[in-house]
């Protein structure tokens, strides 16, 4: 079972800049249909809901069903067969839900996910990877140096999918580098039992019987026991 994000993303502007973190928001978006026909022939444009420019055209493929991943708008669209309308319109809300306008036919669904989780997951696995088997997850408590390493780990990573500037060129994105080679090493350090994180708890538990503290055996001791 997956652990749950080191910090909620709600709480991420309070570590990571609002407005960097703001081009991950999923909104509304309009998909419309630039070139009419079937699948193979269909070519659409879309845009956040609201701005005025369209992307340029994206030609669909000639199948049954047309799977597109719209990576800037955080969506999967299910194109469905049909003879599709010219400068017929989806809006696609932030749930999946699709509204048609302007004659469009009746064959496409979406999915929404929201980036900042799923790298939010990854980052979350490769802390707790980084940190065993000292600590053994999953974690039950944490303190805030334990979520701004983490925050360095997940900015780098968002960073990294939007693209990076060549380190010459853009001294912050070297500095994002940086701070997740830090964390890395920090959270690798406690694995080694070479570092401490304060108010960290992990999931082993304490048995006793009578007086005596019976622990589990590991290769090292878990950092944060209570």
């Known amino acids: 079972m997956a652990h749950a994000y080191l910090i909620p993303v709600a709480e991420l502007p309070q570590y990571i ?3 960097f973190l703001e081009q991950f928001r999923v909104r509304p978006v309009e998909v419309k249909i630039s070139t009419a026909g079937a699948l193979g022939i269909m070519a659409f444009v879309w845009r956040p ?10 030609t669909s493929s000639p199948l049954s069903s047309w799977t597109y991943d719209l990576e800037g708008a955080f969506a999967i ?48 696995d490769m802390c707790l990877g980084w940190m065993e088997p000292a600590v053994r997850p999953p974690l039950t408590s944490w303190g805030a140096d334990v979520k701004e390493h983490y925050a360095a780990v997940l900015h780098y990573l968002l960073k990294s999918h939007v693209g990076m500037a060549p380190t010459e060129a853009a001294v912050g994105d070297a500095n994002l580098r940086l701070r997740f080679e830090d964390a890395r090493e920090w959270f690798q350090r406690i694995g080694k039992d070479r570092g401490e994180a304060q108010d960290l708890v992990d999931s082993s538990t304490d048995l006793r019987v ?15 026991w209570i």
């Open 77 to 124: 669209i299910i194109f469905g067969v049909g003879t599709y309308v010219l400068n017929s319109v989806y809006t696609i809300d932030e749930q999946g839900a699709v509204t048609r306008t302007g004659g469009a036919i009746d064959t496409v669904t979406s999915t929404r996910y929201d980036l900042r989780e799923k790298k939010g997951q990854a980052a979350t």
């Open 210 to 224: 009578g007086d005596t503290l019976l622990l589990p055996v590991s290769s090292a001791e878990p950092v944060g």
């Open 17 to 19: 800049p609002g407005s």
């Open 49 to 58: 809901l609201g701005e005025a420019n369209y992307s340029a055209p994206i």
